[in-house]
C-alpha cells in the first residue's frame, strides 16, 4: 500500500510543478491609462465621431482593469465585454507590459485599420504620463482603402 502514497506526492509534484511554470498573468490597463490614451492627440484623426456609430467610443473590456469609465466627446465610453463585440467600430487593448515605472500599451482601432503604441512613464506619486505615441496604418484597412 506504499504505492498510493508515492504516487499521491509524485502527482501533486507534478502540479505544483506545472502551475509554477505557467506564464505570470497580463498585467491590466488601468482606467486612468485609458483616459490618456483615448484622449491622446495621436488617436484623435482615426475616431471619427461624425461618422455613424462611432460615438459614444466603444471599448472592448480586453486587458482593462474595472473603474471609473473615462469620457470622450462628451459622453462616457462604451465598455463591452470582448466576446460580445462583433463587427462594431471598437478600440481593443492588444497588449499591456509594465516594467517597473515604464509600460507600454499597443492599442487597435481594426475599423480604421489602425494600431497605436503608447509608452507611458508612472511618476513617484503614481500618476501615469505618455511620452511617445506611434500610429501605424495596417492595409486593407487604410483609411485610404476603406473609402
Known sequence: MR???LL????????????????????LVPRPVLKLIVEHPALAPYLH?????????VV??????????????GQP????PDREMGT?????????????????AVVEYRVEGVQAVFDLRRDSKGWWTVVDATVTEHPPYSRGARR
Open 3 to 5: 504505492i498510493l502514497p
Open 8 to 27: 499521491t506526492v509524485a502527482l501533486i509534484g507534478q502540479v505544483f510543478t506545472a502551475a509554477t511554470a505557467l506564464p505570470q498573468s497580463q498585467p
Open 49 to 57: 465621431p461624425e461618422i455613424a456609430g462611432r460615438a459614444p467610443l
Open 60 to 73: 472592448s473590456d480586453h486587458l482593462l482593469e474595472p473603474g471609473v469609465t473615462p469620457s470622450r466627446f
Open 77 to 80: 465610453l462604451q465598455i463591452v
Open 88 to 104: 462594431r467600430p471598437h478600440l481593443r487593448i492588444l497588449s499591456f507590459e509594465v516594467d517597473g515605472a515604464r509600460a507600454k
